[in-house]
């Protein structure tokens, strides 16, 4: 038996995962989290095998604890849950360590695959993600801007950039409008910019916001 724990902030979706997961006899949801730091505490009392984990939680997000998560649990494989289909992302879990990244738009198949495959020792990735990777190898181009930020500027950039005031984007990320307000100096100077305009059409044209 193949044990799991779902992170996510968003109890519907929790309840949707653990019945496709559970459809597979072999497969069994231990632990439900909807926060890292919730995630972390039950790490420390129970083993699991697989950790489905949301990239996006209140508070610390999800690449912020997979070194945590292996320093608990070295042998569980985390496979990163994510509403991002920009391959810096991708890239991003897998230097934190993760050893899958799906989107939430992939086909319930597609995780049950995705958790055998890692439990296994694999890495998994979607075709349209591997597809993307293997062009960029083809075609190496000089990195940009964005890729300079770090996991958390990156996810506040897309906020402001899908029209989310600096209060919205603190309460949904559990953080205070002055951190947040940090968070969009640090974005404005490394990239150079000089208001919210420059962060949005950066974000269209860069397809940040699919």
Known sequence: MIKILLVDDHAIV????AKIIEFDKELSVVMQAGSAE????????????????????????????IKDIKSLQPKARVIILSMYKEKQFALRAFKAGASGYLTKEMAPDEIV?????VHNGGKYISAEFASTLIDDLMDPSEALPHESLSDRELEVLRLIAAGKSLTEIASSLSLSDRTVSTYRTRILEKMNMKNNAEIILYAI??????
């Open 38 to 65: 919730e995630a972390i505490s039950q790490l420390l009392n129970t083993k699991v095998d697989v950790i489905l984990l949301d990239i996006s939680l209140p508070g610390r997000s999800g690449l912020d604890i």
């Open 113 to 117: 695959n995705a958790i055998r495959k």
């Open 14 to 17: 929790r309840m949707g995962l």
């Open 205 to 210: 044209n860069n397809n940040l916001l699919t």
